[in-house]
């Protein structure tokens, strides 16, 4: 297994435009994370998944972020309507399970800049 | 509400001294864990460890060791003997069982840099 795989690894886009992230995770992890990682900054929780349930989302997630994990194994995050503050690294992560002795392997990231 | 705080933005030493990075958390729960993650210059976060609330035996693995102390809130980080590879930015982070053990909360992080 090659890790949690993020794509693409870089977005420019215009004010305006939709742009949709995929997270591939490690095959046998059923939970599935999005953060936000502005600069300077600790990475901040967005949302999550069990298999392929959404259990919790942030009150960052506003109304223009959906994400979704259709078959509980991908993942995409979709903004809609990008503003200059989305200017982000947006972060997935997965792990097995919450009681296992060990954190989140988080991939590399897509950097999203918003011009 | 749960906070994670690490005082120290910035900090650099000389290959092979010793570094201590401090982490302080806030959390009303009795039952939580706190994480270490490394962030080098790649991007990639990468796990150091979990220690749960009930377990205050301080750890040690390789030139890397940890002091937890609920008496004070405290999970402060050493690395003994730095090297040019530690340099990155490390987060001290925070979950716990009230607000939801997948929520997890990350501090702003402490940039190292270890000067050859």
């Known amino acids: ?115 | 509400a749960q906070k994670v705080t690490q005082a120290q933005t910035e900090i650099s030493v000389v290959e092979k001294e010793d570094v201590t990075l401090d982490c302080v958390y806030e959390t009303r729960d009795t039952t939580y864990y706190l994480f270490w993650y490394k962030q080098p210059p790649s991007g990639e976060l990468v796990f150091l460890i979990r220690r749960n609330s009930f377990d205050e035996q301080n750890e040690i693995s390789g030139r890397y060791s940890w002091n937890f102390q609920k008496s004070t809130s405290s999970f402060n980080f050493t690395i003994t003997a730095s090297q040019v590879v530690d340099s990155a930015v490390y987060f001290c982070a925070l979950s716990e069982r009230e607000t939801s053990y997948d929520k997890v909360i990350f501090g702003p992080g402490t940039s190292l840099s270890v000067i050859p």
């Not at chain 1, 994400?67 to 982000?88: M, V």
């Open chain 1, 1 to 115: 297994d090659t890790g949690v795989s993020q794509d693409p690894r870089h977005k420019i886009t215009k004010r305006g435009q939709n742009v949709t992230f995929r997270c591939d995770p490690i095959s046998e992890h059923n939970r599935l994370y999005w953060y936000r990682q502005t600069l300077g900054q600790g990475p901040e929780f967005l949302t999550y998944f069990q298999n392929e349930a959404q259990l919790e989302k942030s009150r960052l997630l506003s109304d223009r972020f959906s994400a979704e994990r259709p078959k509980g194994s991908f993942s995409t995050l979709e903004i809609q309507r990008t503003e200059q503050g989305d200017s982000a690294m947006y972060l997935c992560a997965s792990s097995l399970d919450i009681a296992a002795p060990y954190g989140y392997t988080f991939g590399s990231g897509t950097r999203l800049t918003v011009v």
